[in-house]
């Protein structure tokens, strides 16, 4: 079964930082392209990344690019997503999933765990 622990989120002010991780537990996650998705009240889920398994190719959404950055490390068993110069619409529930990569489409394939919050408010 796939599942994943999301850690590292919290509040903080608008152009601060965070950086979140996702740990895979049970399985390992280097044969799999990992995404990370974002929800905030009200509206709906919206993939913001991936990367890929095996050669490491990233894609970021438009709004988020050039502020956030996502890595793997395999031996850790976990991705990364480093997080700055955070806005105040960036303030949503994070969680990560395997996904399904297809040309310049892609899909959550598998479950995720609970999620961390993130606030950016002043």
């Known amino acids: 079964q796939v599942q994943f622990v999301e850690s590292g989120g919290g509040l903080v002010y608008p152009g601060g930082s965070l950086r979140l991780s996702c740990k895979a537990s049970g399985f390992s996650l280097a044969n799999y392209a990992i995404g990370w998705f974002r929800q905030a009240p009200g509206k709906e889920r919206e993939g913001i990344s991936y990367?890929?398994?095996?050669?490491?190719?990233?894609y970021y959404i438009d709004s988020v690019k050039g502020r956030f950055t996502i890595s793997r490390d395999n031996a850790a068993n976990t991705v990364y997503l480093q997080l700055n110069s955070l806005k105040p619409e960036d303030t949503a529930l994070y969680y990560c999933?395997?996904?399904?990569?297809?040309?310049?489409?892609?899909?959550?394939?598998?479950?995720w765990g609970q999620g961390t919050q993130v606030t950016v408010s002043s």
């Open positions: 999933a395997s996904v399904a990569i297809l040309g310049e489409t892609w899909y959550p394939s598998g479950s």
């Open positions: 990367i890929s398994s095996k050669d490491g190719r990233t």
